[in-house]
């Protein structure tokens, strides 16, 4: 069964805070993803990398970082934590291939700012 | 600008009923369009794939149906049971790039 774990389901932090979020897979996947969901805006693309130490921006990179020194795990960094960013965050993983291929979803975390 | 649209923003039909839900979408050039499941507190999960060549696809009680034409598609589901309440978000990709184009979500609820 394949997996895409995020380390937590729950956060809360407090504004100003650096913030870890974790996300591994274990499908020996290239690509992975990292999104923000808000009610009514779908699921917005924050940061992406395509291989270990690469990393591009997505649509709503600011105030985020990403990590990626291990094929398998793909870190957010929320540098000084702000109520904006409060949020459902979303790690996503696909093979290389840019064909047909399925995204596989973590199960979330979200992340409360106060 | 490469959007994808969705309707109903939310819905709610009764337990053995069906309800359809709608895809517009802009985004060119079109590679494949999916329909992803997501239940409350959790990632989506892949219910179907559409790509250019195809009209209608069946998953169980899901049937989807695409329109590349005008660029629409739709997600039927039939005999709805109350495991259907979820959101279900269309999700595009573009040809030639490593990025999907997701839809705000439908989000269904299924009464007793």
């Known amino acids: 069964d394949v997996k895409v774990t995020q380390s937590s389901r729950y956060l809360v932090k407090r504004t100003g805070e650096k913030v870890f979020l974790e996300c591994v897979q274990d499908?020996?996947?290239?690509?992975m993803f990292w999104y923000r969901q808000d009610p009514g805006l779908g699921l917005r693309l924050i940061y992406f990398s395509y291989d270990v130490k690469m990393k591009e921006k997505g649509d709503i990179p600011e105030g985020y970082s990403v990590s990626r020194e291990k094929k398998e795990r793909f870190s957010l960094i929320l540098e000084s934590a702000s109520t904006n960013q409060t949020s459902m965050y979303l790690c996503?993983?696909?093979?290389?291939?840019?064909?047909?291929?399925?995204?596989?979803f973590g199960q979330g975390t979200r992340l409360t700012v106060v | 600008k490469n959007q994808v649209e969705q309707s109903p923003q939310s819905l709610i039909i009764l337990e053995g009923k069906n309800c359809t839900l709608q895809?517009?979408?802009?985004?060119?050039?079109?590679?494949?369009l999916r329909w992803y499941k997501q239940d409350t507190g959790r990632g989506p999960v892949s219910l179907t794939i559409m790509t250019f060549s195809e009209n209608t696809k069946s998953n169980g009680r899901y049937t989807a149906t695409l329109d590349a034409d005008t660029k629409q598609s739709s997600l039927h589901i039939t005999a709805s049971q109350l495991s259907d309440s979820a959101s279900y978000i269309c999700v595009v990709r573009r040809g030639g790039y490593n990025k999907l184009i997701f839809g705000a979500g439908t989000r269904l609820a299924v009464h007793p």
């Open positions: 895809c517009n979408y802009t985004v060119s050039p079109f590679s494949n």
């Open positions: 499908m020996d996947h290239e690509n």
């Open positions: 996503a993983s696909t093979p290389r291939d840019r064909g047909n291929t399925e995204a596989f």
